[in-house]
């Protein structure tokens, strides 16, 4: 079965500050790999999404994540955080089948930017 | 193009009633899948839909259901509602074949 470990529940930056998210993932074959993010009350927000290919992959809002296959990870990064940036960040694995079926979700990490 | 749309926003009940849920997907999108957020449990994964028949479900009891319309519109429904039944419950809906999913603002439900 498919399982995703997000090992930070909470993290606090300055604003300015670089940023990395950690995400770990088990998956008998080719994970699909996503990161979303949450703001309190809202719904989910793709940032961006792995299939293949490239494994450093960009996405909205100046992120980007890149895909370990050795380590199974796919880290979310970003330079420079923004105070809008506060929010929690979810990642998540997909089976990859071509159907939309079904997500696994990590237990999120909680960001919060100091100014 | 319109996200997806998810009524109502909120909704309190009271144990033992029973709810639903409706969820519109992106235009041209057939599939639609529901989860829950709890702080307890996080995200989990209840069904999805696709072309009016449950394709895939989650781990939850017979009291949660849902189907689909030929619009591709969905309803999940909760019956003889359970403290533990509150929760955000988001819908997602994605093209056929892809496997990106793209979340509504989802349903507070709260049940006193």
């Known amino acids: 079965a498919q399982s995703v470990t997000q090992p930070d529940i909470h993290i606090t930056v300055s604003e300015g500050a670089s940023l990395e998210l950690r995400c770990n993932y088990s998956?008998?074959?080719?994970?699909?790999l996503f990161w979303y993010v949450q703001s309190p009350g809202q719904g989910l927000q793709l940032l961006l999404k792995?299939?293949?290919?490239?494994?450093l992959v960009q996405g909205i809002k100046g992120f980007e994540a890149e895909f370990k296959r050795s380590q199974s990870s796919f880290n979310l990064r970003k330079p420079s955080v923004h105070w809008s940036d506060a929010a929690e960040y979810f990642c998540a694995v997909g089976r990859g089948t071509g159907t939309a079926s079904k997500l696994t979700f990590g237990t999120g990490t909680r960001l919060q930017v100091t100014l | 193009k319109a996200g997806v749309t998810q009524t109502p926003r909120y909704l309190i009940k009271t144990r033992g009633q029973q709810v639903t849920l409706s969820c519109s997907p992106i235009?041209?999108?057939?599939?639609v899948s529901w989860y829950q957020q709890t702080p307890g449990q996080g995200l989990q994964f209840l069904f999805e839909y696709f072309s009016e028949t449950q394709r895939n479900k989650g781990n939850f009891p017979g009291r949660f259901s849902g189907r689909q319309f030929s619009n591709s519109r969905s309803e999940m429904n909760v019956s003889t509602l359970e403290l533990g039944d509150s929760a955000l419950y988001l819908c997602a809906s994605s093209l056929e074949g892809e496997d990106t999913q793209y979340f509504g603002p989802g349903t507070r439900l709260t049940v006193l």
């Open positions: 792995y299939f293949s290919g490239d494994t």
């Open positions: 235009s041209g999108h057939r599939s």
């Open positions: 998956y008998g074959a080719t994970p699909y």
